[in-house]
């Protein structure tokens, strides 16, 4: 049976508001992960290559909802909702592996096959003629729900609702930014996970957020990598769901004080690096995009910076705590040298990195800071109140972007 519980009256039609109990309400929280996690979205859930054969399986989550993700022996890609029928329990507890032909319930040892069914059931008909299951007992009726499956670009999602095929959810535009990357066989770097002491969409909007990205991080800024005064631009697409920002390196920037003469305090003399070579990209995607930044709504991130590559996963952990899953990725094909380029570079980004540490505890601060003001609306107004495509970064409309879709999910 549904939840049923009062819904908040949006404050405002302008997408360049917010109100900050979006942030606090849990009753919005628990409407969330119904309507947006659980609803019509797709959500990442693994690589293809971390499920390669038969039986090879992952756990993860669906917003809160944990799922199993396993290869089929016919090579399709299930999915299914992680929790035994009988009482509860997870049916798997590791992050990971391989299972012949069936996951078995540690508590009472109830069998799933690899399409999530409930296939058996310990002794099912009782010890020596006593006890055992009822005979009108129906396994398929209780079997776990099944989430429908699909993959791009080596990326698996799974989703609970029904959206419109991978493509069309994300649009001509943001796939090609997809495909711009992910053009190849992947293979793994590293995995980090990070918890944020904030609700999930704060990070949602601050992957966004091209605004802040050369003012927060002080790194950024003083090394040029990211600066208004270079070129680049936001792209959003029309349902203002996804996005896709890019930094492109331009001569003029070298020269330009704009951020001295405002006195941002990220450009500050002084500052070197013993070894830059932190910074010794190659252009490999043949366009002189440094950075790109992409996100698929409600939880996934896509990173290029310079040569560092990585998907994010924004898992929700509560009202006010969320953890960030990241896995660093490089192409099969690389050499020795672009393999060693790629893990210098992640150095950049991370939960202990020089840029994204920052991002973890801005976050924390928005929470804190609107503890008290739950009536209280964010401005939302750089680039005006739209959430177009822009050919700058000294804009919001990627976050009223975000703000769009959400509404859109959750009834506003
Ligand atoms: S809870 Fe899984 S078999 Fe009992
Ligand atoms: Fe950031």
Redesign the pocket.
């Given at each position: 049976m549904a939840i049923s519980v009062p819904q908040r009256p949006w404050p405002v039609e302008t997408l360049a508001r917010v109100p900050y109990w979006v942030y606090q309400d849990p009753e919005n929280y628990q409407r969330e992960l119904r309507r947006i996690f659980e609803g019509d979205t797709w959500n990442f859930v693994c690589l293809e290559m971390d499920i390669p054969n038969a039986g090879d399986f992952r756990t993860n989550t669906v917003g809160a909802l944990p799922v199993i993700v396993v290869r089929d022996t016919d090579g399709r890609i299930n999915a299914f909702e992680n929790r035994c029928s009988h009482r509860g329990a997870l049916i798997s507890f590791d992050d990971g592996g391989n299972v012949k032909q069936r996951f078995q319930c540690i508590y009472h040892a109830w069998s799933y096959n690899l399409r999530g069914d409930l296939t058996s059931i310990a002794f099912e008909k009782g010890s020596q003629g006593r006890g055992g299951m009822p005979p009108s007992f129906c396994k398929e009726e209780v079997s776990p729900r099944k989430l429908r499956t699909t993959t791009l670009c080596g990326l698996v999602f799974a989703s609970l609702g029904d959206p419109p095929p991978i493509e069309d959810y994300l649009g001509e535009q943001i796939l090609g930014r997809v495909k711009r990357v992910l053009r190849k066989p992947i293979r793994v770097l590293g995995r980090t996970v990070q918890v944020l002491p904030n609700n999930w969409k704060l990070y949602a909007e601050?992957?966004k957020?091209t605004y802040?990205?050369s003012l927060?991080?002080a790194f950024l800024g003083t090394f040029r990598l990211s600066r208004f005064t270079q070129a680049g631009g936001v792209l959003v697409s029309p349902d203002g769901a996804h996005h896709a920002s890019t930094t492109i390196d331009r001569p003029e920037d070298r020269t330009s004080t704009a951020y001295r003469d405002q006195g941002i305090r990220t450009e500050q003399d002084g500052y070197r690096l013993e070894d830059p070579s932190v910074f010794d990209g190659v252009a490999e995607f043949g366009d002189d995009i440094k950075l790109q930044i992409l996100t698929i709504f409600p939880s996934f991130v896509l990173q290029q910076i310079q040569n560092s590559l990585a998907v994010r996963q924004i898992v929700p952990k509560g009202l006010d705590s969320m953890e960030l899953s990241w896995t660093y990725v490089g192409f099969e094909d690389d050499t020795p040298e672009m393999h060693r380029r790629r893990l210098k570079q992640s150095n950049l980004v991370g939960p202990a990195g020089f840029?994204?540490m920052?991002?973890g505890c801005?976050g924390g601060f928005v929470q804190r800071g609107t503890a008290t003001a739950p009536d209280v609306l964010s401005v939302v107004n750089m680039g005006g109140e739209g959430a177009e495509t822009q050919d700058t970064r000294a804009t919001e409309a990627s976050v009223r972007g975000f703000w769009k879709a959400y509404r859109r999910h959750m009834g506003y």
């Open positions: 601050n992957v957020d802040h990205a927060l991080h840029v994204s920052e991002d801005v």
